[in-house]
């Protein structure tokens, strides 16, 4: 009957037709092929998904045409038939109403669809389980990182094993590693992974100088790499004395070991400033005279420019020249300007300045003693530098002057002084005239006598008014 109803219907459903009409003999076939239980409830659900299209597009009842849901029921090993039974709705069934409608092709989407889902959360919680694993880690090494700058700043600011300051070079283009030995060797560290670990931290690498360093007593390492990247080298003090000749200042030079390297040419007369100056360990000889070079200049510049009027000067090397004789005439400072008066005034006059350090240097030139007493014969010696027998200045410096004596001979005393002679007590007595100054000669001479020095083999004073 159920059949006969179902085909009536589908007359007026012609899309749904075929669909109908196989499921119309659906219970036939199974009773025919004996297949087992479980395809009769597929049919059954498949039966009922088709009269629901049926009462969606027509104003027949499902209920006219199965009165309740059909249960599948055994009759024996051989036939199944299907009874209409009535199934009882489960207050708490947990199976969705879309699952109890679904066809085998929809389950088998649906459980593919579960288990990408499945595939997607458990790639998920691994992701969440290495993000973990990641925030643990970095955590851990977070806290030994802090703890290994805490113990790092603990060693390198407590105080060194140093006990006395002292004084360490560092060559030129030592790596951290060889600094770091150095400084172990000579006891200013006592841990050398400590102080390269230290260097880093303070991002020192690159700026560690080299030189020669005075390291206090106890200096931490801290104050170790403040010492290296500061580069405040040690200065040696050197000390060149005024009146010097340039060849005795380049053999000072190359005594003096803080320089290193060689002297390419000795430099012209009067063309270095005598002074205290501070160097640092192994700086180079050729560029501590350029320093001596410079600073001579300079000072000739400004003192020129200061000059005062009307002195027989020409150019600034005739301010040296004169500055150079004063120099070596008297080595007491407050005299200079006097001396510079008399040779100025000398000049002025057109008479030769006769002067006894000319005489020398024209004789043994820059090295600068004769190692005994002028003779006679040394005064009449026709040099281009003796001042005896050449009119006006010598043709270049005899020495190099000091910056005092190039003040004196720029503005010397207001004077009209033409000699002077030693005193006997490191100074000069200064005249006007000739007879004045053959007075003090002859005090000299008694005072040369009195100390045992034969009369005879000293030069007598000039009838034309030479210094003495």
């Known amino acids: 009957m159920m059949q006969e109803k179902v085909r009536a219907v589908a007359k007026k459903l012609p899309p749904i037709v075929s669909d109908l009409e196989n499921l119309a003999s659906t219970p036939k076939q199974i009773r025919s092929r004996k297949k087992?239980?479980?395809?009769?409830?597929?049919?059954?659900?498949?039966?009922?998904?088709?009269?629901?299209?049926?009462?969606?597009?027509?104003?027949?009842?499902?209920?006219?045409?199965?009165?309740?849901?059909?249960?599948?029921?055994?009759?024996?090993?051989?036939?199944?038939?299907?009874?209409?039974?009535?199934?009882?709705?489960?207050?708490?069934?947990?199976?969705?109403?879309?699952?109890?409608?679904?066809?085998?092709?929809?389950?088998?989407?649906?459980?593919?669809?579960?288990?990408?889902?499945?595939?997607?959360?458990?790639?998920?919680?691994?992701?969440?389980?290495?993000l973990n694993g990641l925030f643990i880690l970095s955590f851990m090494v977070g806290i030994f990182a802090m703890y290994g700058l805490y113990e790092l700043n603990q060693r390198t600011t407590r105080p060194g094993p140093l006990t006395i300051e002292k004084n360490i070079m560092i060559p030129r283009d030592s790596g951290l590693d060889t600094i770091a030995r150095i400084l172990l060797k000579n006891g200013v560290i006592d841990n050398t992974l400590v102080f390269q670990a230290g260097v880093y931290t303070q991002g020192a690498a690159t700026e560690l100088k080299a030189g020669e360093f005075a390291?206090?007593?106890?200096?931490?390492?801290?104050?170790?790499?403040?010492?290296?990247?500061?580069?405040?080298?040690?200065?040696?003090?050197?000390?060149?004395?005024?009146?010097?000749?340039?060849?005795?200042?380049?053999?000072?030079?190359?005594?003096?070991?803080?320089?290193?390297?060689?002297?390419?040419?000795?430099?012209?007369?009067?063309?270095?400033?005598p002074n205290t100056y501070y160097v640092a360990r192994g700086t180079l000889r050729d560029q501590f005279i350029d320093r001596l070079s410079s600073a001579q200049k300079k000072v000739v510049e400004e003192v020129w420019a200061k000059r005062a009027a009307g002195l027989p000067y020409k150019t600034p090397n005739d301010l040296v020249t004169m500055a150079s004789i004063v120099e070596k005439e008297t080595g007491v400072a407050s005299e200079r300007p006097m001396v510079a008066a008399v040779f100025v005034n000398r000049l002025k006059r057109g008479m030769r300045l006769q002067s006894d350090p000319t005489i020398i240097y024209g004789l043994v030139g820059g090295k600068g003693t004769l190692g005994r007493g002028i003779t006679r014969a040394d005064i009449n010696s026709r040099?281009?530098?003796?001042?005896?027998?050449?009119?006006?200045?010598?043709?270049?410096?005899?020495?190099?002057?000091?910056?005092?004596?190039?003040?004196?001979?720029?503005?010397?005393?207001?004077?009209?002084?033409?000699?002077?002679?030693?005193?006997?007590?490191?100074?000069?007595?200064?005249?006007?005239?000739l007879d004045e100054h053959n007075a003090n000669v002859a005090k000299w001479r008694a005072i040369e006598r009195g100390q045992g020095i034969d009369a005879d083999d000293a030069p007598e004073p000039s009838q034309n008014g030479a210094p003495q």
């Open 36 to 130: 087992p239980a479980v395809e009769t409830v597929d049919y059954v659900v498949e039966m009922r998904t088709a009269l629901q299209k049926i009462h969606a597009q027509t104003d027949v009842s499902t209920d006219e045409l199965v009165p309740s849901t059909p249960q599948a029921t055994i009759v024996s090993p051989e036939i199944i038939t299907l009874e209409p039974v009535a199934i009882p709705q489960q207050a708490n069934d947990s199976t969705p109403k879309a699952e109890q409608l679904e066809t085998p092709s929809q389950r088998r989407k649906r459980e593919a669809k579960e288990r990408r889902a499945k595939i997607k959360k458990k790639k998920r919680r691994h992701i969440v389980d290495f």
């Open 383 to 433: 040099t281009p530098y003796n001042t005896y027998v050449i009119d006006g200045l010598p043709p270049a410096p005899i020495a190099n002057p000091g910056r005092s004596a190039l003040e004196a001979a720029a503005n010397p005393a207001s004077s009209r002084a033409l000699f002077f002679v030693a005193d006997g007590t490191g100074g000069h007595a200064f005249a006007e005239t």
């Open 215 to 273: 390291f206090k007593p106890a200096a931490s390492v801290r104050e170790t790499i403040k010492t290296l990247t500061e580069g405040k080298v040690v200065q040696h003090p050197f000390t060149l004395a005024e009146g010097l000749t340039s060849e005795q200042i380049i053999q000072k030079l190359k005594e003096f070991d803080v320089l290193t390297g060689n002297v390419r040419a000795i430099p012209i007369e009067g063309s270095l400033l």
